[in-house]
């Protein structure tokens, strides 16, 4: 068909595109036609709907199309074939329209073929055969519509589907977006709400600390001036051995007061880094027994026995004497303040791979667990400790600076039968480099790790076991 008769159909038809032959239906029923010669043959269903045109001839014209149009129009399909008066009167060069009619499917095959005197005899005996074959083209036509009305419906379903994963996808961007910034959110929240509570707890331990400072400045300062004044006010009157006392309990007042000026003054220079180690060669075992033996008076008092570690347990070390002594003299001074009358203080010491490590167990109050890393913090002390023999919480923060300085670390614990345990480890020689260290230790350790299997990992604190070894009472030393 050329374009022209294209157009002539969609316009007699009102169809927008005029549809051909999609299936090969009427080019199927040609060869039945073919001495009849046919220019064109036109498919509908029973309402006259254009369903197939095929055309072999392209000088039919739109006078003769319009006219095969009407005849189709008025035609009700009743009979089983239609010889178009109109254009059978004409001349002999111009084709017989003929309808084929179809009762049971209801539709129409109509076509133009060659005008002759014979043309009706032989299209009645093709009636039954074209009529069979209108049947099946129309069949043919109507499924290869329903298949490209489904065919379209699944391009149809298949684009909403399309769009739906894409907003499926959107909408679950949107919503793990939202949860991401709603996660964001609460963590920056819950960091604020952090820091602020670091800072609350921060002013609340400067607050507890001036408090305390504060006292424990007041106290001596006041007992130096009271007993200052009084030495004033007798001094014509009061005898020499009244004088003597109010003397020593000024000295005492100043003693206290120096230590604890010293206390902040060595934190601070701590902290600062601009404290110098001393280091050298010593006896850790003599040293505990030193310090021991110094404080045993304090102990005598409450009638509290300290047992220390017998000799040989521990190699001479390299440390700072007078800091290390400093550190041991404040976890015995605090287990005897912090123990009831009458206990026991065991002072246990030992080696493990190129680290030594001393740990001070006591009977006392014991310490919270939530409390066990923050006591070694400045100003802080354990909330079983802060009224009563409390101090000023400086001790320990000293001890841990301390032993830093030492590349050691510390860390409490509490006792299964009750009280506290203080554990502090250390390099033999804090100078050595750590793989030196490693390759200079030896031998079997008196003291062992956790698993008795040598020296302490760089990752975790080392918690030694009790030593076997019996330990002598500083009575009997």
Known sequence: MTQDFDEMIATLFGAEEPPRDPTGALMTIRPLLSELRPSLLVLTDADRTLLAADSLDTSVDAPTAEALRCQLELDRGEGPLRLLAPLAELPSQTPFAVVFGDREAGGVLAGLVRAASDVPLRLAELVPALQAAGALARLAVLSHRRQERLETQVRHLRAELETLRTCQGEIVSQIVEEHHQRLEEQAHRMALEEVYRAAEAANQAKTEFLANMSHELRTPLHGILSFAAFGIKKAQTASREDLYQYFQKIERSGKSLLVLINDLLDLAKLESGRATYDFATLDLRLLLLTVADELSPLAAQKHIRMAMPPAGTTPPIVADETKL???????????????PDGSLIEIEAGMAGPRVWVRVSDRGVG???????????????SSKT????????????????????HKGRIWASNRPGGGSVFTFEMPIDPRTPPQDRDNHATGTAAGCRRDGTGPPTEG??????????????????
């Open 460 to 477: 975790g604190p080392l918690e030694p076991p009790p030593c076997p070894a019996a330990r002598l009472d500083i009575a009997e030393v």
């Open 386 to 405: 802060r009224t009563g023999a409390g101090g000023t919480g400086l001790g320990l923060a000293i001890c841990r600076e301390i032993l830093a300085g």
């Open 367 to 381: 310490i919270p667990e939530a409390e066990l890393e923050a006591i070694f913090d400045k100003f802080i002390q």
């Open 325 to 339: 002594v400093q550190v041991v003299r404040n976890l015995l001074s605090n287990a005897i303040k912090f123990s």
